[in-house]
């Protein structure tokens, strides 16, 4: 069993930044593609980046050059920097883990087993 711990959410104003954090069940992050998804109210859960066991990033075109996923394998840690916040980024972000080392480069709900609780971005205009 696998277990994700998100932290890092919260308010900032747009062009603001923020740094999420995910902790994972030891050894996770260099057994498995990991990724960040968000969801904000009324719309689906949707991938926003992921990085594969050799630390090889995507990011969905709305983020890309504004977020940057990294990985910690020696403190099992995820990470999601944040740059240039805007509105339209607001919502809940959760953590997830695939089942495997290889994964898709856009990150999918249906690949992902092993998801987070969730922490809040909300970005204000």
């Known amino acids: 069993q696998v277990h994700l711990v998100e932290s890092g959410g919260g308010s900032v104003q747009s062009g603001g930044s923020l740094t999420l954090s995910c902790t994972a069940s030891?050894?996770?992050?260099?057994?498995?593609?990991m990724a960040w998804f968000r969801q904000s109210p009324g719309k689906e859960r949707e991938g926003v980046a992921r990085?594969?066991?050799?630390?090889?990033?995507s990011y969905i075109d709305s983020v890309r050059n504004r977020f940057t996923i990294s990985q910690d394998k020696d403190k099992n840690t995820l990470y999601l920097r944040m740059n240039r916040l805007k509105p339209e980024d607001s919502g809940m972000y959760y953590c997830?883990?695939?089942?495997?080392?290889?994964?898709?480069?856009?990150?999918?709900?249906?690949?992902?087993?092993?998801w987070g609780q969730g922490t809040q971005v909300t970005v204000s205009s």
């Open positions: 990085i594969d066991i050799i630390g090889m990033p």
């Open positions: 997830a883990a695939h089942s495997g080392g290889w994964c898709n480069s856009l990150p999918q709900v249906k690949d992902y087993t092993y």
């Open positions: 030891p050894g996770t992050v260099s057994r498995v593609c």
